[in-house]
């Protein structure tokens, strides 16, 4: 299976009632992160989330659909369709 190099962008409204249910998730996705960055915006209560993958199209789907089925969550995705294995050389 074709595993290819993919950022995820998170735009997290309301974090403190959020938090759990996105840090439940990407948990669950942990193996496919590389990395992981945030930016709180405490005055507004918002937060951007970065995460940069190696997965599948059906795993990139996959953790797409999940975090855009809870409330106050915009995901964009970049897939580069790199195979990852151009980076392990």
């Avoid at 960055?37 to 789907?61: C, F, H, N, V, Y």
């Amino acid at each position: 299976m074709e595993r290819n190099i993919t950022i995820l962008g998170l735009l997290v409204d309301d974090r403190a009632s959020h938090a759990s249910k996105v840090q439940e998730v990407l948990t669950r996705y942990g193996s496919h992160i590389l990395s992981r960055s945030g930016i709180p915006a405490p005055s507004k209560d918002r937060g951007i989330i970065t995460l940069t993958m190696e997965a599948s199209e059906q795993e990139r789907q996959e953790i797409e659909q999940e975090l855009g089925q809870i409330r106050g969550i915009q995901v964009r995705t970049l897939s580069f369709g790199v195979p990852s294995d151009v980076f392990n050389d």
